[in-house]
T-cell receptor, first 114, second 114 residues
Framework: DTEVTQTPKHLVMGMTNKKSLKCEQH?????MYWYKQKAKKPPELMFV???????INESVPSRFSPECPNSSLLNLHLHALQPEDSALYLCASSRPGTGLGELFFGEGSRLTVL | AQKVTQAQTEISVVEKEDVTLDCVYETRDTTYYLFWYKQPPSGELVFLIR??????QNEISGRYSWNFQKSTSSFNFTITASQVVDSAVYFC???????????FGQGTTLQVKP
């Protein structure tokens, strides 16, 4: 079983909806990540939080809004999405620091935008 | 620029066969990390191994083994006596020395048939 828990596992939303993806870890990791993965493609980094502060934003459109309320939780708020935003959204955590890269991933939230 | 190439898009083998997944990388960093991740149909990415650029020792873990050769910028992954449960997408990744970001290859889909 993964130690990174993501909810919901599946989400269908219209382009005018507002929804949120949630991620939780209790491994004491202080770096958390959002990745987006399209079918048959590798994951693409969206955001990185280090010690609850946003450290990397990969020029993600503002319709995606991350939030890190505490060291265990990471949210991704979704608003006015487009059908091309349909994808698997993966959350990950790790010990912060350059080059460690031993990310622990959740099972992902599969998003469909109608 | 950093880059990871997994030339094999799909591989199909029969159970108990050995299979090698190729990974070639490009980087100008002198210190870097290489990784392999497994993504089963459930969706989560499972960490398999991390190797730093100063450690060229090959590693064996059960049926899995890794061959790291800096001279050819390769980090190949071999599964011995493959099993149906090994069926998954396998990603090779390189950690950017400055940011710690993971740069993924395109992935190799391995199908192990009974």
């Amino acid at each position: 079983d993964t130690e990174v828990t993501q909810t919901p596992k599946h989400l269908v939303m219209g382009m005018t909806n507002k929804k949120s993806l949630k991620c939780e870890q209790h491994m004491g990791h202080r770096a958390m990540y959002w990745y987006k993965q399209k079918a048959k493609k590798p994951p693409e980094l969206m955001f990185v939080y280090s010690y609850e502060k946003l450290s990397i934003n990969e020029s993600v459109p503002s319709r995606f809004s991350p939030e890190c309320p505490n060291s265990s939780l990471l949210n991704l708020h979704l608003h006015a999405l487009q059908p091309e935003d349909s994808a698997l959204y993966l959350c990950a955590s790790s010990r912060p620091g350059t080059g460690l890269g031993e990310l622990f991933f959740g099972e992902g939230s599969r998003l469909t935008v109608l | 620029a950093q880059k990871v190439t997994q030339a094999q898009t799909e591989i199909s083998v029969v159970e108990k066969e050995d299979v090698t997944l190729d990974c070639v990388y490009e980087t100008r960093d002198t210190t870097y990390y290489l990784f392999w991740y497994k993504q089963p149909p459930s969706g989560e990415l499972v960490f398999l191994i991390r190797r730093n650029s100063f450690d060229e020792q090959n590693e064996i873990s059960g049926r899995y083994s890794w061959n790291f050769q800096k001279s050819t910028s390769s980090f190949n992954f071999t599964i011995t006596a493959s099993q149906v449960v090994d069926s998954a997408v396998y990603f090779c990744a390189l950690s950017d020395g400055n940011t710690g970001k993971l740069i993924f290859g395109q992935g190799t889909t391995l199908q192990v048939k009974p």
